[in-house]
């Protein structure tokens, strides 16, 4: 079956940050791709950040980004190598921990959580990487060594950004490290789309509408993608897959280096008592008390396993219809986890009538709440869904993919339970490694929710999708592969409880901001 994967991440704080600058940089500028993620102080009123306008949300959006902080940032830089078997990447992760040094909100369910997950807030506020947020304040963002020098270079590389159910991040990250955040919309996404001109994607998007898994909380997502490709490489055949492969850190870099272990999926069998809540949305409001496994890899493969149940069944069915029987009630979701139903595709030879049952149970407890970056919240009287980037909020999800509605967790939580890798003697060096399970030497550390680990599983997930998914896709010339990693992805963003995502467009009635255009300016040296 797939075989473990350790990852790399460099720890990188205000005392080694100079030293790591000219890596990060020229990781940033060489690769193929970048993959964010955050950790946030906490997001502010959930009911607003759900609101049924959009314009409502982004207001909401707007206040928590004004006055919460991310507490660390995760790189993820993917460079595609040429000559390589399959689609082979090079990766580097770095983890930056930060300290806005503005007065800022932080609220007690993040930091109850953020320590659960091992963020150590005394590290932090000791060794954090000091920032101003909005406008430029306190040096120039065009040049010297600091964050917000660090992200005018991450747009001078002109690389497309990939993040996990990304609306908030990504506002999170204009106000802190780019300027103050416009009043509109429209504007908004008018400035994103210059800033980012190679393109948006929202693996959240893609793992719904494109993969269309059964769930696409982040490590869910990440593991299923990871295992479909170990299948892949083991199958004997030529079937498309990924390849990653690390840099190793020797001598005193190795003491900067966090390794994190994804170990190969186990067998289920024999196991069944899985958290439905959990294996829906990625959250359960008993969190560590409950009784019931919340194993990812497990709830993957009873999926999968149901899956072949209900294919066996529905060709029963087809086969008792053929012959003049019809099983009164059937339905492709017969035997399916209630509160799963809304996450599977409706079968076109499927009737009507059976299509009208699909509602699952809201769940209707309050609980905690987390953004992509597991910054946790409670919500009463509504219903949790955690982002894949650890941050969460509760949303009311509606799944395009057919009509049922369910009031969904914002479903992508980050515990990970990865770490370890291969360090050598050196000085200071840094090689290419060719193996990604190469064996460790350093002690892992389990259990650790980090920024930078959620990134790399967010642009393995990326870079899986634009695998498979260009195989089907052999319709699009080749300038348009060129043109664009993933065409029906791109400048797409996920909307909780939506149907349709933020389209990232400058739209013919709305203007750039000023501050946008005055940054643009000085980013590019010419005006836009």
Same mark, same amino acid.
């Given at each position: 079956?797939?075989?473990?994967?350790?990852?790399?991440?460099?720890?990188?704080?205000?005392?080694?940050?100079?030293?790591?600058?000219?890596?990060?940089?020229?990781?940033?500028?060489?690769?193929?791709?970048? *993959?964010?993620?955050?950790?946030?102080?906490?997001?502010?009123?959930?009911?607003?950040?759900? #609101?049924?306008?959009?314009?409502?949300?982004?207001?909401?959006? /707007?206040?928590?980004?004004?006055?919460?902080?991310?507490?660390?940032?995760?790189?993820?830089? $993917?460079?595609?190598?040429?000559?390589?078997?399959?689609?082979?990447?090079?990766?580097?992760?770095?983890?930056?921990?930060?300290?806005?040094?503005?007065?800022?909100?932080?609220?007690?369910?993040?930091?109850?959580?953020?320590?659960?997950?091992?963020?150590? !807030?005394?590290?932090?506020?000791? =060794?954090?990487?000091?920032?101003?947020?909005?406008? &430029?304040?306190?040096?120039?963002?065009?040049?010297?060594?600091?964050?917000?020098?660090?992200?005018?270079?991450?747009?001078?590389?002109?690389?497309?950004?990939?993040?996990?159910?990304?609306?908030?991040?990504?506002?999170?990250?204009?106000?802190?490290?780019?300027?103050?955040?416009?009043?509109?919309?429209?504007?908004?996404?008018?400035?994103?789309?210059?800033?980012?001109?190679? %393109?948006?994607?929202?693996?959240?998007?893609?793992?719904? !509408?494109?993969?269309?898994?059964?769930?696409?909380?982040?490590?869910?997502?990440?593991?299923?993608?990871?295992?479909?490709?170990?299948?892949?490489?083991?199958?004997?055949?030529?079937?498309?897959?990924?390849?990653?492969?690390? /840099?190793?850190?020797?001598?005193?870099?190795?003491?900067?280096?966090?390794?994190?272990?994804?170990? +190969?999926?186990?067998?289920?069998?024999?196991?069944? =008592?899985?958290?439905?809540?959990?294996? #829906?949305?990625?959250? /359960?409001?008993?969190?560590?008390?409950?009784?019931?496994?919340?194993?990812?890899?497990?709830?993957?493969?009873?999926?999968?396993?149901?899956?072949?149940?209900?294919?066996?069944?529905?060709?029963?069915?087809?086969?008792?219809? *053929?012959?003049?029987?019809?099983?009164? %009630?059937?339905?492709?979701?017969?035997?399916?986890?209630?509160?799963?139903?809304?996450?599977?595709?409706?079968?076109?030879?499927?009737?009507?009538?059976?299509?009208?049952?699909?509602?699952?149970?809201?769940?209707?407890?309050?609980?905690?709440?987390?953004?992509?970056?597991?910054?946790?919240?409670?919500?009463?009287?509504? &219903?949790?869904?955690?982002?894949?980037?650890?941050?969460?909020?509760?949303? $009311?999800?509606?799944?395009?993919?057919?009509?049922?509605?369910? #009031? @969904?967790? &914002?479903? =992508?939580?980050?515990?990970?339970?990865?770490?370890?890798?291969?360090?050598?003697?050196?000085?200071?060096?840094?090689?290419?490694?060719?193996?990604?399970?190469?064996?460790?030497?350093?002690? #892992?550390?389990?259990?650790?929710?980090?920024? %930078?680990?959620?990134?790399?599983?967010?642009?393995?997930?990326?870079?899986?999708?634009?695998?498979?998914?260009?195989?089907?896709?052999?319709? +699009?010339?080749?300038?348009?592969?060129?043109?664009?990693?993933?065409?029906? @992805?791109?400048?797409?963003?996920?909307?909780?409880?939506?149907?349709?995502?933020? &389209?990232?467009?400058?739209?013919?009635?709305?203007?750039?901001?000023?501050?946008?255009?005055?940054?643009?300016?000085?980013?590019?040296?010419?005006?836009?």
């Amino acid at each position: 079956m797939a075989s473990s994967m350790v990852v790399p991440v460099i720890d990188v704080q205000k005392d080694n940050f100079k030293e790591l600058w000219p890596a990060m940089v020229v990781a940033m500028k060489t690769s193929s791709f970048i *993959a964010l993620d955050t950790e946030l102080s906490g997001l502010g009123n959930r009911k607003s950040l759900l #609101a049924e306008s959009i314009e409502d949300r982004f207001k909401a959006i /707007c206040h928590a980004a004004r006055s919460r902080s991310i507490l660390s940032l995760g790189i993820a830089c $993917y460079k595609k190598l040429d000559n390589k078997p399959a689609d082979t990447y090079l990766v580097q992760v770095y983890n930056l921990t930060l300290l806005c040094s503005e007065e800022y909100i932080i609220e007690p369910q993040s930091v109850q959580f953020l320590v659960q997950h091992g963020f150590d !807030f005394n590290k932090q506020y000791a =060794d954090g990487i000091p920032y101003y947020k909005g406008n &430029n304040k306190g040096g120039s963002d065009n040049h010297g060594v600091h964050i917000r020098a660090l992200f005018t270079e991450l747009l001078r590389a002109r690389k497309p950004l990939v993040l996990h159910n990304g609306l908030i991040d990504i506002a999170f990250l204009y106000q802190s490290f780019y300027a103050h955040l416009p009043e509109r919309l429209a504007t908004f996404t008018a400035d994103l789309s210059e800033m980012f001109p190679a %393109g948006i994607y929202d693996t959240k998007y893609v793992t719904e !509408f494109e993969l269309r898994l059964t769930a696409s909380y982040l490590e869910y997502a990440y593991k299923k993608c990871k295992l479909d490709n170990s299948r892949s490489v083991n199958s004997g055949a030529i079937r498309p897959h990924v390849h990653v492969e690390f /840099c190793q850190y020797t001598g005193h870099m190795s003491s900067y280096v966090d390794y994190r272990i994804c170990p +190969a999926v186990a067998s289920a069998e024999g196991q069944t =008592d899985i958290c439905q809540r959990f294996s #829906a949305f990625g959250w /359960c409001p008993n969190g560590t008390q409950c009784p019931l496994s919340h194993d990812t890899d497990l709830i993957i493969l009873q999926d999968e396993k149901g899956k072949q149940d209900k294919r066996k069944k529905r060709k029963r069915n087809r086969e008792k219809r *053929a012959g003049g029987e019809v099983s009164e %009630g059937s339905s492709i979701f017969d035997s399916a986890p209630e509160n799963k139903i809304p996450h599977m595709e409706v079968d076109p030879e499927e009737t009507p009538d059976s299509q009208q049952v699909t509602t699952a149970e809201p769940c209707v407890e309050s609980g905690l709440l987390t953004h992509s970056e597991g910054n946790i919240q409670h919500s009463e009287g509504e &219903n949790m869904k955690t982002d894949s980037e650890g941050n969460g909020v509760c949303e $009311y999800n509606t799944d395009s993919r057919n009509s049922a509605t369910t #009031a @969904a967790i &914002n479903d =992508d939580t980050k515990t990970n339970t990865n770490d370890g890798v291969e360090s050598r003697a050196g000085e200071g060096t840094i090689e290419k490694c060719s193996d990604h399970s190469a064996k460790t030497e350093k002690k #892992a550390e389990a259990g650790t929710h980090r920024a %930078g680990y959620d990134a790399f599983m967010t642009g393995y997930i990326f870079a899986y999708s634009c695998t498979i998914i260009e195989k089907d896709g052999a319709e +699009a010339t080749a300038e348009e592969k060129e043109q664009t990693w993933l065409p029906t @992805a791109l400048n797409k963003v996920y909307l909780s409880g939506k149907a349709t995502p933020l &389209n990232v467009v400058k739209s013919t009635f709305s203007k750039s901001s000023k501050a946008h255009v005055q940054k643009m300016e000085m980013v590019w040296g010419k005006r836009m």
